[in-house]
């Protein structure tokens, strides 16, 4: 089973771009589904970005859509989150998330996932 930490979180101005790593421990992280979910407070958590074991599929949510970019290097164990033209609305925890099943439209559900990281503190300033 894999683990999974979360860099990248801090303070930005509104229109600008972050970018997130999610680095994997374990042999079998290529076998996985991975993706981003987002907790904002008082809010429940919510789907932002996944990408299928093969990178071959990603699916976004309509607020990132165009905005977002979820990508993965399976040879360096990291799943990464390029976020441009930042909304203070994208102010929340972002979370990294592995599903051993490793793709399909079930990439878009939090509950199938089985590993989560600890999350990282995106802030974003108007």
């Known amino acids: 089973q894999v683990q999974l930490v979360e860099s990248g979180g801090r303070l930005v101005q509104a229109g600008g771009s972050l970018r997130l790593s999610c680095a994997a421990s374990g042999r079998t992280f290529s076998n996985y589904g991975m993706g981003w979910f987002r907790q904002a407070p008082g809010k429940e958590r919510e789907f932002v970005a996944a990408?299928?074991?093969?990178?071959?599929?990603?699916y976004y949510a309509n607020s990132v859509k165009g905005r977002f970019t979820i990508s993965r290097d399976n040879a360096k164990n990291t799943v990464y989150l390029q976020m441009n033209s930042l909304k203070p609305e994208d102010t929340a925890v972002y979370y990294c998330a592995a599903d051993h099943l490793g793709g399909g439209v079930g990439l878009t559900t939090a509950s199938n996932y089985d590993v989560w990281g600890q999350g990282t503190q995106v802030t974003v300033s108007s």
């Open positions: 990408i299928s074991w093969s990178a071959g599929r990603s």
